[in-house]
Antibody
Framework: QVQLQESGPGLVKPSETLSLTCTVS????????WSWIRQPPGKGLEWIGY???????NYNSSLKSRVTISVDTSKNQVSLRLTSVTAADTATYYC????????WGQGTLVTVPS | QAVVTQEPSLTVSPGGTVTLTCGSS?????????PYWFQQKPGQAPRTLIY???NKYSWTPARFSGSLLGGKAALTLSGAQPEDEADYYC??????????FGGGTKLTVL
């Protein structure tokens, strides 16, 4: 079972870009899908999208215009970028192996003040 | 976009059996939706319990089982334990690409 660790700023200003990195250890990033999921405080899970190790992506249609998920195989990392954030983007962001997800990271809370 | 529905809350007695369901606004849930089930305890990341309707991982307790029931995906817990108290989420896939989570079921063991 791989280990996944999300990292990035815990506070992002409105209208700016949220950038997170997921570092994968205990296994290769190759030959797998990698997902991002988020969970607003006290609410349910929302699928953001996934990237295949070759770079092929698929995004939630409600976020598609603002989201980019990419992979860096040399660093065994997966990245998430979400532009033009608002308070509604405040959430714990999880990276996960596979789509649908199998192994989950611990998550990282990102706050966008209103 | 499809809406995936779950019971907001359920209660089960210790040692009892409970079934959580997962429905789709588009109609009958089938194996082609590849239903997944996740367990999330307070302050923790979700943990995947069931994949592709009824398949378990090595870490999935034997008392959990997945199925299709009455046009929905179902997660049955037989012999509930206090540590099973958690939020449970299902997930359905649409056309092999789009993925939608249900709103979650808060399960109380009491």
């Amino acid at each position: 079972q791989v280990q996944l660790q999300e990292s990035g700023p815990g506070l992002v200003k409105p209208s700016e870009t949220l950038s997170l990195t997921c570092t994968v250890s205990g296994g290769s990033i190759s030959n797998s899908y990698w997902s991002w999921i988020r969970q607003p405080p006290g609410k349910g899970l929302e699928w953001i999208g996934y990237v295949y190790y070759t770079g092929i992506t698929n995004y939630n249609s409600s976020l598609k215009s603002r989201v980019t998920i990419s992979v860096d195989t040399s660093k065994n990392q997966v990245s998430l970028r979400l532009t033009s954030v608002t308070a509604a983007d405040t959430a714990t962001y999880y990276c996960a192996k596979n789509s649908p997800p199998r192994d989950w990271g611990q998550g990282t809370l990102v706050t966008v003040p209103s | 976009q499809a809406v995936v529905t779950q019971e907001p809350s359920l209660t089960v007695s210790p040692g009892g059996t409970v079934t959580l369901t997962c429905g789709s606004s588009t109609g009958t849930v089938t194996g082609a939706h590849y239903p997944y089930w996740f367990q999330q305890k307070p302050g923790q990341a979700p943990r995947t319990l069931i994949y592709d309707t009824s398949n378990k991982y090595s870490w999935t307790p034997a008392r959990f089982s997945g199925s299709l029931l009455g046009g929905k995906a179902a997660l049955t817990l037989s012999g509930a334990q206090p540590e099973d108290e958690a939020d449970y989420y299902c997930l359905l896939s649409y056309n092999g690409a789009r993925v939608v989570f249900g709103g979650g079921t808060k399960l109380t063991v009491l």
